[in-house]
């Protein structure tokens, strides 16, 4: 009987353990993916955010001299962008 409960602990342990190392594993995995996420958008945030203030001052530039020209401010008019 003695070494039927040395067994039967030896494979809890060896359970325990297998358990313990794919928790680990998915944690890890999870983490990799969170930070991976985060790695890979900054540069597309930045990016955007970039053209986003260019388009703007595109757009405050041709206002600015659609005042001068007629035609311009009939263009952007007709765009919707007066």
């Known amino acids: 009987m003695d070494g039927i409960e040395k ?3 030896f494979l809890q342990e060896i359970l325990l ?3 313990s190392t794919l928790f680990l594993g998915m944690m890890t995995l999870i983490g990799f993916v969170l930070w991976d996420r985060r790695t890979a958008l900054a540069p597309a945030i930045r990016k955007n955010r970039e053209l986003e203030e260019r388009g703007e001052r595109l757009e ?3 206002k ?3 005042r001068q020209e007629p035609k311009l401010t009939q263009i952007l008019r007709s765009f919707g962008l007066l």
């Open 17 to 19: 353990a297998g358990f």
């Open 64 to 66: 600015e001299y659609a």
């Open 60 to 62: 405050k530039a041709l």
């Open 7 to 9: 067994r039967i602990d």
